[in-house]
């Protein structure tokens, strides 16, 4: 099983950044997909989530209509597309995989810094 995340960087306040994380190794159709994140000595918080068919998305409110998630199935990746992007929205960004009653996956992370 593998989840590998891409699309992090180095980005000005108000920029944009488009991650990805590619599955492999599952059935990802079957798993509802989430991002999360973690500052420098915070918690890891949740940023958003998708259904298994992509049809219901929810977001923490500080990335509320900024923020939008996506997932291909037939491409078994999921996106998360970040405009206007603040400071504080630099951590490093996780990709998950849960299915009720089954093992959650986690990716490795990428490094997303919003700075001048």
Known sequence: VQLVESGGGLVQPGGSLRLSCAAS???FSSYVMSWYRQAPGKERELVATISSGGSSRN???PVKGRFIISRDNAKNTVY???DSLKPEDTAVYYCNAARSGWKAYWGQGTQVTVSI
């Open 25 to 27: 190794g599952f059935t």
């Open 59 to 61: 977001y923490a409110d």
């Open 80 to 82: 998360l597309q970040m």
